[in-house]
């Protein structure tokens, strides 16, 4: 195969002690072997590191450490070479300009891994994976992450197809040599169970993926009250910095205020509304609108509420708008004299002024979300958007499938429906992908990666 050489930094743009510039491609040790002066590149084993200096037409460029990687062993499969330049973005553009002027191309984005995929090192699985590296942000997404470099993701989608097959082969025989079975007991007795239990291994991944989607993404926490109860003052808390603004003035809040917090490895994005209340100003109004829609797409609700004032006819529309969320309440400003004597289930106390209570608070979202996601066997986890869309299409195939077997159709249109989600599960891996399907994903990859 002829694969031309590309070029690109493969760090971050900016000031930094170091700057890699990545080469692949079937010239790329020819091709910085002519500007480097040190030992002959061409002659040197793979997996080695290099000491010279670059040059360009007898100008030195800059001292740099070169490493060798030889096809098939390294990143794409192809002849790799990493130069380890120093970390000015200038510097680094001359290296990438000198490697262009001697005959290389500028990659597009995700194409060091697209060739890794293309040669088939990797699937796709483990293309999407090596986003999810650069992207994890704890230590848990981490781990997920590094879950499906290692291909379990392939092998969990491949299992499945693997049982489909099974199922597609049965009926295949039947096909071709119906006098050896009787079609219906070989539907009903046969493939009817077997479609049912695939189905119920589908069910089992869809619920875990809500787990690995909170994984993935942190939780979507949204703290919600009347003006003033102090909900401002509970982010800050939380965040142990002062992020929000908190007066003693009802509807300091008008926009939306967000930051993050790791709490046992998982994220939580919390975002600080406006105080939900009747309200004739308008900035204010708006805030409020947009605190209700926060609700809506909230998958925690942190419902704040003041010790020292009644339940108001407010709080009672927002407990009601909120019931079926899973939600903590918070009983704010325990330092003060109780006025609100209402028992809660799921209700800590706190006094966010003296930052106590905290502790109950973080444990009560632990107890709810972190510990189910931590007991998990993360090989049997799928996060990732794309894939959860693919398997919900393929189990919505399976279920036509065992309507058909029911309706008594033709043996031929069931198996049409389970060849429908065996190829729709193709599209996971990478095995039946169309080239826009390719485009699409590596075009969402940073450039040099
Ligand atoms: N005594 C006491 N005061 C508190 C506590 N928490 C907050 N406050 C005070 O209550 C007032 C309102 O606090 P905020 O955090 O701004 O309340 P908020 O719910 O964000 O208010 P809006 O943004 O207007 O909706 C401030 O004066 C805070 O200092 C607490 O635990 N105890
Ligand atoms: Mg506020």
Redesign the pocket.
């Known amino acids: 195969m002829n694969n031309e050489t590309i070029v690109a930094i493969s760090t971050a743009v900016g000031e930094s002690a170091i700057s890699i510039v990545r080469l692949s491609g079937d010239n790329a040790i020819a091709l910085v072997n002519k500007v480097f002066d040190g030992p002959n590149l061409e002659n040197v084993p793979g997996n080695t590191i290099h000491y010279g200096h670059l040059v360009d037409e007898n100008q030195p460029i800059d001292e740099v450490m070169v490493s060798i990687f030889r096809n098939p062993k390294s990143f794409t499969t192809e002849d790799v070479v990493e130069i380890n330049c120093h970390g000015g973005y200038f510097v680094a553009s001359k290296v990438v300009e000198l490697m262009l002027k001697n005959g290389a191309h500028p990659a597009s984005p995700g194409e060091f891994t697209m060739r890794g995929f293309l040669h088939g090192r990797i699937d796709f699985t483990q293309a999407e994976a090596v986003m999810d590296v650069i992207h994890a942000n704890s230590n848990l997404s981490l781990t997920l992450a590094n879950k499906g470099l290692d291909g379990v993701v392939y092998e969990l989608i491949q299992s499945l197809r693997q049982d489909l097959l099974q199922v597609i082969a049965q009926i295949e025989v039947n096909i071709d040599y119906p006098e050896y079975d009787d079609v219906e007991e070989l539907t009903n007795q046969k493939i009817l169970p077997e479609v049912t239990k695939l189905i119920g291994r589908f069910d089992g991944i869809l619920e875990r993926a809500e787990v690995g989607k909170i994984i993935r993404e942190g939780i979507d926490t949204a703290i919600i009250?009347?003006?003033?109860?102090?909900?401002?003052?509970?982010?800050?808390a939380l965040l142990r910095e002062d992020k929000?603004?908190?007066?003693?003035?009802?509807?300091?809040?008008?926009d939306i205020v967000e930051g993050t917090l790791n709490i046992g490895g998982i994220v939580l994005n919390l975002i600080?509304t406006?105080?939900i209340r009747e309200s004739h100003d308008r900035v204010e109004s708006i805030g409020i609108q947009k605190a209700k829609e926060v609700i809506q797409k909230a998958q925690l609700i942190l419902y704040?509420l003041d010790n020292?004032q009644r339940l108001t006819y407010d709080d009672k529309q927002l407990l009601e708008l909120t019931k079926n969320k899973k939600r903590i309440i918070i009983i704010?400003?325990?330092?003060?004299d109780k006025a609100l004597h209402h028992d809660f289930e799921n209700s800590i106390e706190?006094?966010?002024?003296?930052k106590e209570g905290l502790d109950d608070l973080e444990k009560a979202i632990k107890d709810m979300f972190v510990h189910g996601a931590i007991n998990q066997d993360y090989a049997q986890i799928i996060s990732n958007a794309r894939h959860i869309a693919i398997i919900n299409n393929a189990k919505k195939a399976l279920k036509d499938a065992l309507q058909s077997i029911s309706d008594g159709m033709l043996i031929d249109m069931i198996e049409i429906d389970l060849k429908d989600a065996w190829s729709m599960l193709g599209e996971i891996i990478g095995e039946t992908s169309s080239t826009a399907l390719l485009d699409e994903l590596f075009s969402n990859f940073c450039l040099g990666k």
Do not use: F
């Not at 929000?244 to 008008?254: C, L, S």
């Not at 704010?332 to 003060?336: A, E, G, H, I, Q």
């Not at 706190?350 to 003296?354: D, E, G, K």
């Open positions: 009250g009347r003006p003033n109860v102090g909900k401002s003052s509970i982010l800050n929000a603004i908190v007066t003693e003035i009802q509807g300091t809040t008008r600080d406006a105080g704040v020292n704010n400003k325990v330092d003060l706190m006094s966010a002024l003296h």
